[in-house]
């Protein structure tokens, strides 16, 4: 009896890659897209933060919220919460040191994790949205932006290696475990 033919197609010797992969440039072109979507989407929260923007708080406002979930410093977390939100947003939208941009994300969203959680998984109350952004933000830290970004135009970033992306993201969880043991 003979064996029944693989749907699975392996790696040809001389390129090494898949014969039935999409082309590198559906890869590029759809890292671009989840990118600038999770980078614009999270700068914009940052600036409702920063300047009240989009029917945000501002630092006043904010600095509130943040006083009564327990921050101390309420109005500095608030600048710090804009700030990591807008410039890693923005570091996501134009590949621009990628990992730590996304780790920023992150580590931005485990706080937020932190301050729903209880309220269930699925909206109104949820996590969901914020697990979401977050694990999307590591999956980028890990695979890099793709070709179409701005580490591709500064050589020492131009070789996304993963032990960066692990590297970020280990500093992201480190920073926001540490600005959550100052919630009281």
């Known amino acids: 009896m003979s064996r029944p033919a693989s ?15 999409a ?11 989840l990118r600038l979507a999770l ?38 977390f ?3 919460a804009g700030l990591t939100e807008t410039l890693g947003g923005l ?13 920023a994300v992150a580590g931005t969203l485990v706080n937020a994790l932190a301050v ?10 949820g996590v969901e949205y914020e697990i979401l952004i977050a694990l999307a933000a590591v999956a980028l830290a890990l695979t890099g932006p793709g070709r ?6 500064v050589p020492p970033l131009r070789p996304h290696r993963l032990a960066h992306g692990v ?9 926001a475990g540490a600005t959550l043991l100052l919630r009281h």
């Open 7 to 21: 749907t699975l197609t392996r790696p040809t010797a001389t390129t090494g890659q898949d014969a039935h992969a």
């Open 23 to 33: 082309p590198a440039r559906a890869y590029d072109i759809g890292l671009l897209v």
């Open 39 to 76: 980078g614009l989407i999270i700068a914009a929260h940052g600036t409702q933060k920063l300047f009240g923007w989009f029917g945000g708080g501002g630092i006043e406002g904010t600095g509130m919220f943040f006083a009564s979930v327990g921050y101390p410093a309420p109005e500095t």
């Open 78 to 80: 608030a600048v710090v």
């Open 91 to 103: 570091g996501l939208a134009l590949g621009l040191l990628t990992p730590l941009a996304a780790a």
């Open 116 to 125: 729903k959680w209880g309220g269930g998984f699925f909206a109104p109350e």
């Open 148 to 153: 179409i970004a701005a580490d591709r135009l």
């Open 167 to 175: 590297a970020a993201v280990v500093l992201g969880a480190v920073l």
